[in-house]
């Protein structure tokens, strides 16, 4: 996985693919109507939740199916999950979630390196278990994307399509190896990440009643009730990007990014840094630390805006030497995939507020208690009451 990849040949190819093939502007861009159509599908389907009324619904369960949907939907196509298909949605959702748990445990053998032989957890069985289970479903795919690959047509195409055009590169020996790693990376790095700002936002808008209402007013007056809020929308609402860019501030998905590795030898400060030092960055104490925001544990999408904020809300992850916000690290090592991260929050957050109002049920109170890691980020997860605010023919 290029996450893990030690930096050399290979990796910087295979981020170069990535960036250049997989990421681009005119690559989303071009995912577009695959990402709409199955926003449209999630959003239709909690619209007739919402004319149950009373009905208690799970936003965790909703986002972590719209998420999977549609990175599986862009990433390996949704049409290889038909009944037909040589693997079942459920057989790849199962191996994914416990992939994600697997990712979060905490293993005594890590800490006591000695003991790690005897896996007295039984982690590492379950890891290569799991991890051969996905290997024996995404090759099954790949190879029924290499026996169509001549027949598809453009609008058709996924991102294993991509990455099997670019097996032609010489740097790239296990031509298999580097398709199956590299589209799993999109789905772990994706799925749950979305799952928790999603859910995040949502609560954090539950509690502020007045920031939701700015958020609907913005989006009634930029785009209106009588039409579907569109990509091509998202750049003029800038109250509902500081929305999503605070709540990646306050509760960002992975509090500690990957561990780096010092190159060679170098001077931190006062402190001699020898090479192959692991380094842990926390993020989490990065975006909450007073010396860099102001009243840094409160919910400010202010703080965003253009006129009077902390921060320009267009320049945020451009800006050199800024690291007040340090969501999709930094450098060569920054997450490649932060365009496309953003362009779906901002679209699925903007969907779901023009279409809805969100009520907490009955004598119940929003627990903001948080979890431990990406497996648990929020003790208590999301519920709610909905009531439809456009009329069912847009759907």
């Given at each position: ?59 965790n369960e909703f986002f972590f199916r719209l998420s999977f949907d549609l990175l599986m939907g862009m ?230 805006l253009d006129e009077g904020g902390e921060r320009e809300i267009d320049n945020i992850y451009n800006k ?76």
């Amino acid at each position: 996985m290029l996450a893990w990849a030690p930096y050399g040949a290979y990796w910087r190819n295979v981020r170069k693919i990535c960036v250049v093939e997989l990421l681009s502007s005119k690559r989303i861009q071009s995912f577009q109507p695959k990402r709409t159509r199955l926003i449209a599908k999630a959003i239709s389907s909690l619209f007739e939740q919402g004319l149950l009324h009373h009905k208690i619904i799970n936003m965790n369960e909703f986002f972590f199916r719209l998420s999977f949907d549609l990175l599986m939907g862009m990433i390996i196509g949704d049409k290889y999950f038909t009944e037909k298909s040589v693997v079942s949605y459920d057989e790849v959702k199962h191996a994914m979630e416990e992939s994600v748990v697997l990712h979060g445990a905490i293993s005594i053998g890590d800490y006591i390196p000695w003991l790690k032989p005897f896996d007295l957890q039984g982690y590492e069985k379950a890891m290569k278990k799991v991890q051969r289970k996905l290997d024996s479903y995404l090759q099954r795919i790949v190879e029924k994307h290499r026996e169509n690959e001549s027949n598809k047509e453009e609008d058709e195409i996924d991102f294993i399509d991509v990455l099997i055009s670019q097996e032609k590169n010489e740097a790239i020996c296990d031509k298999d190896a580097f398709v199956k790693a590299t589209a799993m990376q999109m789905i772990v790095a994706g799925v749950e990440t979305s799952v928790v700002a999603l859910e995040w936002a949502l609560s954090l808008l539950l509690c502020y009643p007045r920031t939701l209402k700015k958020a609907h007013e913005e989006l009634d007056s930029k785009v209106g009730r009588n039409r579907l809020v569109l990509e091509s929308d998202i750049e003029h609402l800038k109250y509902l990007q500081a929305i999503v860019k605070e709540t990646l501030r306050l509760y960002p998905p992975a509090p500690l990014l990957q561990p780096h590795q010092s190159i060679e030898a170098c001077t931190v400060g006062s402190f001699q840094i020898p090479a192959g030092t692991t380094l842990m960055i926390n993020a989490w104490a990065i975006q909450r630390d007073e010396k860099v925001w102001k009243n840094p544990l409160e919910f400010i999408p202010e703080r965003f805006l253009d006129e009077g904020g902390e921060r320009e809300i267009d320049n945020i992850y451009n800006k050199e030497n800024d690291f007040g916000m340090v969501l999709f690290g930094a450098g060569r090592r920054g997450c490649p995939g932060s365009s496309l991260a953003m362009s779906t929050l901002n679209i699925t957050l903007s969907k779901l507020l023009q279409g809805f109002e969100f009520f907490i049920p009955n004598g119940q109170v929003i627990d903001m208690s948080e979890g431990i890691g990406v497996t648990m980020p929020r003790v208590v997860p999301l519920q709610v009451v909905i009531q439809p605010r456009l009329p069912q023919s847009l759907y």
